[in-house]
C-alpha cells in the first residue's frame, strides 16, 4: 500500500465534537448534526475519518468510536458505489485488522460494517473476506475468534442466497464443516455463533448442509442440555427448522427430541422456552403429528396449561393493576395500521349465513397485542389451538381435569389462564365441548363482571369462540344474557376491556344476524353511547362492530328511529376528518355497510358522501401522475385511501341502485374508474371492477358509453393468479352481458377463451369458479351462437360449481344460457348430460319459463335416446336425483 493515510488534526476534532453532539438528546441539535454530517459527505476522505476513529483511535471513548463506525455504516449503505479505490481498500483492510478489538461493542460495530460492505454486492469484489475470516477463527486469541465468528454470523442472515450459489464458488462447502467443528468449542458465545451460522442454511435446505445432516443433528444432541441460555435457544431453533425441511432425519430419534422439547418449553429463560413451544406449532402442521404425540399429551397439555398464565413482567407490562383508564389518551404508537379488506363479490350458498367465511383468519387470542408481540403465553395459546384441531375430542381427557381446576380458581392469573384455555380449545374440540356449555357458558357470563380487567377481557374473547353454538339455543337462554353483559363491557371503564368487547360483538353479530333484529335499538344505544366515550384506537374498532352489525340485520336497520340515532354521530366524524386522515378507512368501510343496509335510508346523506369519496379517488391520482413522472419530487400516494373510496361507491350503488343515477350523472366517476381499472395496484383493479359491476346494475345508461374502453381491460383482467382481481372482473363481465344483451357479441371473443381456461384449472377457489360460471352462462345467454359452440369443454365443471349455490337472479340468468347453448349444440352435453340433470335438480323452486326449459331438455333426451337407454342411463343415478327429477320434471 502507498504511504498510510493520515488524518488531518483539526479536521479529526471537528469531526468528534460532531459525534459527541450527536449524542445529545435535543431534535435541534440532531437535525443540524444530520446536515453537516451529510455536508463532509461530499468529502472523499470523511469517512478515513470515520474508520480511523472506529478502529485507530483507542483514546476516545467506546460509544462515540462505536457511533462513527455506525454513521460509517450508514455512509456504505447510501454511496458506497461513489467511494473511491483508495478509501474502500482502506475501510476493507482497517475492518480485517480490527475484528478482534478487545471491546465486544467495537468488535461488533466492525461486524456490522463488514456484514454492510459484503451484501452491497461486495463479497464477489472481496475474494479476501470469506477464507481471511474463516482463517482467524483458528486464531489463538479469543477475541480475534468471537470477532470473526460475528461477523460471520451476519453474512450468514444477510447473504445466504449468495453464498449458496455459483457465483462465489461454493464457499459453504468448506464453511459449513469449519461451522461444526466449533460446536464442542469452550466458549459458550463461540458455540451459539457457530450453530447460529448453520441454522441460517436449513430451511433453503442448502447442500452443503444436507451432505452434513448427520453431524450437524449429532452435534445438535450433544450441546442439548448447554448451560448457555442463547446456546439452547439456538438448538431449539435448529430442531423446530429440522422438522420442517429434515423430518426423515429427525424421526428415528422423535420420542427423545419430544422429552427433550417438554424439558425447554419450560425452561427459566424466556427466550429458550418461546422457541421451544415453536416446535409444537411445527409439529402440528405435519402428518405425523398424531402418532408422534398420542403418549405425550398426558405431559404436554399441563406443560402448554401452564405456559399460557400471564408473567409477572407481562402483568406489568400491561399495567394490569389499572383498572379505569378510559379517560387516558392513547398513545398514537400503539395504534397498529388497519389493512383494508377490499370487496370482493361472492355468491350465497343453501343454508349458510351472510358471507361464505373462505378468507376469515382468526386471530389466536387477540387481547394482548400491546406487549412484544409474540411470547409464551401466544405461543402456547396458539399450539393448543393447533393441537385441538389434530386431536379432536381426545385432547379432553387431558384438558377437562386441568380445567376445572382453573376455571374456579380464587388466584386471577390462573383463572385469567383457564379462560384462555377455554377459548383456545373451542375450535377444535367443540363437539365434545357441547354437554359442558350450558353450565360454563352463564359461568364466563359471570366472568364478564370479574373485579380483574384482564379477566374481563379476556371472558370477551372466548366467549366469540363460542358464539356459534349460542346463537344456536333459545334466544332467551343464552343469547339475551350474553348479549345485555357484553354490551356493559363495551361501556367498560376499561380500555383493554372495550376493545375484546366490541370485537367479541362483531363475531357475535356475524354468528346471530337477523337474531339481533328485536334488540337492535338497545345495541344501537349502546354504541352510540360508547362514540363519545372512546379513545382514538377502539374508535377504531367500534366503526367495525357498527358496519358488522348493518351486513348483520341489513334492511332491518332502515327504521327512522335506527337512522337517527346511528347516523348523526356517523357523520359528525365524517365531517372532523380531514382527506388525509387514515381514520377515514375504517369509517368509510363501516359507512359502506351502513349505506348498503339502508339502501333508500342512506339517501338524505348520500350526496356529500358521494361527493367526497370521487374527491378521495381523484385527489389520489393526481398524486400519483405526479409521483410517476417525478417520483424524486413528489412522494408516493396511499392508494388504500382510493381503494376504500371505491369501495364506499360500491355500497352505495349497491343500497341505493337506480337513485345513484343523478350523482354519476353529474360526476366524472366513469373516467376515473378507467384510470383505477389500469392500475398497477392488484387491489386498486379489484375494487373498480366491483364498482363497475355495481353501476352496471344501478345505472348502465352511464355506463354503456364506455364499453368499448373497458371490455378489453376486462379481458386482459381475467387472471387467476390474481384470485381476487380475476373474480371481479368475470363478476362484471357477467352483469354487463345482461344488460348488453345482443349487443355483447363483439367482446365474446375478447373474455371466452380464458373463462373456459379458468373454469377448467384444477384447485381454483370456489367463489370464482362460481362467478366464471355464471358469467359463461350468462354470456350465453345473450349470444348463444357465439358460446355454445364451447359447450362441451365447460359443461361438466359448470354444472358442478353452480349446484351449491342458492337460487336466485344471478342463478337463474345463468341457466338459462345454458339451456338455450344446449338447444343451439344438443351434442355439447351428450357426454356429460347426468351433471346437467344433476345441476337441474339442485332448483328448490325455479320460475314456471325456467322450468319449462328444463323438461324440454330432459323430455327431449329421453325422447332420443329411447325409454330403455333412460331407463340404464337413470339407474345411475343416485336415489335423490332420480326421485327429484320424477317429482319435479316427470321423467
Not at 362483531?506 to 379513545?535: G, M, R, S, W
Amino acid at each position: 500500500m502507498e504511504c498510510e493515510w493520515k488524518p488531518d488534526e483539526q479536521g479529526l476534532q471537528q469531526i468528534l465534537q460532531l459525534l459527541k453532539e450527536s449524542q445529545s438528546p435535543d431534535t435541534s441539535t440532531q437535525r443540524s448534526v444530520q446536515q453537516r454530517l451529510e455536508q463532509l459527505n461530499q468529502y472523499p476522505d470523511f469517512n478515513n475519518y470515520l474508520i480511523f476513529v472506529l478502529t485507530k483511535l483507542k483514546s476516545e471513548d467506546e460509544p462515540t468510536r462505536s457511533l462513527s463506525g455506525l454513521i460509517l455504516k450508514n455512509n456504505v449503505k447510501a454511496h458506497y458505489q461513489n467511494f473511491p479505490n483508495g478509501v474502500s481498500d482502506f475501510i476493507k483492510s482497517e475492518c480485517l485488522q480490527n475484528i478482534g478489538d478487545s471491546s465486544p461493542l467495537i468488535r461488533a460495530t466492525v461486524g456490522i460494517l463488514i456484514t454492510t460492505i459484503a451484501s452491497k454486492g461486495e463479497l464477489q469484489n472481496w475474494p479476501g473476506l470469506l477464507p481471511k475470516l474463516c482463517q482467524l477463527l483458528d486464531s489463538e486469541d479469543y477475541n480475534t475468534c468471537e470477532g470473526a465468528f460475528g461477523a460471520l454470523q451476519k453474512i450468514c442472515e444477510d447473504s445466504a442466497e449468495v453464498l449458496d450459489s455459483d457465483v462465489l464458488d461454493r464457499p459453504l462447502n468448506i464453511m459449513i464443516p469449519k461451522f461444526l467443528q466449533f460446536f464442542k468449542h469452550s466458549s459458550p458465545k463461540i458455540r451459539s455463533h457457530a450453530i447460529a451460522c448453520v441454522n441460517q442454511f436449513i430451511i433453503s435446505r442448502t447442500q452443503a448442509l444436507m451432505l452434513h445432516i448427520d453431524p450437524f443433528i449429532e452435534n445438535l444432541f450433544a450441546l442439548a442440555t448447554d448451560e448457555e441460555p442463547e446456546v439452547r435457544k439456538n438448538v431449539c431453533r435448529a430442531l423446530v427448522m429440522l422438522l420442517e425441511v429434515r423430518l426423515d432425519r429427525l424421526l428415528p430419534h422423535m420420542h427423545n427430541i419430544v422429552e427433550y422439547m417438554l424439558l425447554r418449553t419450560q425452561d427459566q429463560d424466556e427466550n429458550v422456552s418461546l422457541e421451544a413451544c415453536e416446535f409444537w406449532l411445527t409439529l402440528a402442521e405435519q402428518p405425523v403429528c398424531k402418532e408422534v404425540l398420542c403418549g405425550h399429551l398426558s405431559q404436554l397439555i399441563p406443560v402448554l396449561v401452564n405456559g399460557m398464565k400471564y408473567s409477572e413482567i407481562d402483568i406489568i407490562l400491561l399495567k394490569g393493576d389499572t383498572e379505569e383508564d378510559e379517560a387516558i389518551p392513547d398513545n398514537e404508537q400503539d395504534i397498529r395500521p388497519r389493512f383494508h379488506r377490499s370487496r370482493t363479490v361472492a355468491q350465497q350458498h343453501e343454508g349458510d349465513g351472510i358471507e361464505d367465511g373462505e378468507d376469515d383468519g382468526e386471530d389466536e387470542d387477540d387481547d394482548d397485542d400491546t406487549i412484544s408481540d409474540w411470547n409464551l403465553r401466544k405461543c402456547s395459546a396458539a399450539a393448543l389451538d393447533v393441537l385441538a384441531n389434530v386431536f379432536r375430542d381426545d385432547l379432553l381427557l387431558h384438558i377437562l381435569p386441568l380445567l376445572k381446576e382453573l376455571l374456579f380458581h380464587p388466584e386471577w392469573v390462573v383463572k385469567e389462564s383457564g379462560i384462555l384455555v377455554l377459548g383456545a380449545i373451542a375450535e377444535g374440540c367443540m363437539q365434545g365441548m357441547i354437554p359442558y356449555l350450558p353450565e360454563l357458558i352463564p359461568h364466563l357470563v359471570q366472568c364478564l363482571s370479574d373485579k380483574k380487567a384482564l379477566v374481563r377481557s379476556i371472558t370477551c374473547w372466548t366467549l366469540s369462540r363460542y358464539a356459534h353454538w349460542v346463537v344456536g339455543q333459545p334466544p332467551d337462554t343464552y343469547l339475551k344474557p350474553l348479549m345485555t353483559e357484553l354490551l356493559k363491557r363495551i361501556l367498560d371503564s376499561n380500555k383493554r376491556v372495550q376493545e375484546a368487547a366490541c370485537s367479541a360483538f362483531a363475531t357475535l353479530e356475524e354468528e346471530a344476524c337477523t337474531e339481533l333484529v328485536p334488540y337492535l335499538a338497545f345495541i344501537l344505544d349502546t354504541l352510540v353511547f360508547a362514540f363519545n366515550k372512546y379513545q382514538h384506537k377502539n374508535l377504531l374498532i367500534l366503526y367495525d362492530a357498527i358496519g358488522t352489525l348493518a351486513d348483520s340485520v341489513g334492511h332491518h336497520l332502515n327504521k327512522p328511529e335506527y337512522i337517527q340515532m346511528l347516523m348523526p354521530p356517523l357523520i359528525q366524524k365524517w365531517n372532523q376528518l380531514k382527506d388525509e386522515d387514515k381514520d377515514l378507512f375504517p369509517l368509510l368501510e363501516c359507512l359502506s355497510s351502513v349505506a348498503t343496509a339502508l339502501q333508500s335510508g342512506f339517501l338524505p346523506y348520500c350526496e356529500p358522501v358521494y361527493q367526497r369519496c370521487v374527491n378521495l379517488v381523484q385527489k389520489t391520482l393526481a398524486q400519483d401522475m405526479l409521483y410517476q413522472s417525478q417520483p424524486d419530487q413528489y412522494e408516493a400516494p396511499d392508494k388504500d385511501f382510493m381503494i376504500v373510496a371505491l369501495d364506499l361507491l360500491s355500497g352505495l350503488a349497491e343500497g341505493l341502485g337506480g337513485t345513484i343515477e343523478e350523482l354519476v350523472a353529474r360526476s366524472n366517476i366513469l373516467t376515473l374508474m378507467y384510470q383505477c381499472m389500469q392500475d398497477k395496484m392488484p387491489e386498486v383493479r379489484q375494487s373498480s371492477f366491483a364498482l363497475l359491476g355495481d353501476l352496471t346494475k344501478a345505472c348502465f345508461q352511464h355506463v354503456k358509453p364506455c364499453i368499448a374502453d373497458f371490455m378489453p381491460i376486462l379481458g386482459t383482467n381475467l387472471n387467476p393468479e390474481l384470485i381476487s382481481v380475476c373474480n371481479n372482473a368475470t363478476w362484471a363481465i357477467g352483469e354487463i352481458s345482461i344488460q348488453m344483451g345482443s349487443e355483447m357479441q363483439p367482446y365474446i371473443a375478447m373474455v371466452l377463451h380464458q373463462l373456459v381456461e379458468i373454469i377448467n384449472r384444477p384447485n381454483t377457489p370456489k367463489t370464482l369458479l362460481e362467478n366464471t360460471a355464471i358469467t359463461i352462462g350468462r354470456l350465453g345467454y345473450v349470444c348463444p351462437q357465439e358460446v355454445a359452440p364451447m359447450l362441451q369443454q365447460f359443461i361438466r365443471p359448470w354444472c358442478t360449481s353452480l349446484r351449491n349455490i342458492r337460487d336466485n337472479e344471478e342463478k337463474d340468468s345463468a341457466f338459462r344460457g345454458i339451456c338455450t347453448m344446449i338447444s343451439v349444440n344438443p351434442g355439447g352435453v351428450v357426454q356429460d348430460f347426468i351433471f346437467f340433470c344433476d345441476a337441474v335438480a339442485s332448483w328448490v323452486n325455479p320460475n314456471d319459463d325456467l322450468r319449462d326449459m328444463f323438461c324440454k331438455i330432459l323430455h327431449g333426451f329421453k325422447n332420443q335416446v329411447g325409454e330403455d337407454n333412460w331407463r340404464r342411463f337413470s339407474d345411475q343415478f343416485p336415489m335423490p336425483l332420480k326421485e327429484r327429477l320424477a317429482t319435479f320434471y316427470g321423467v
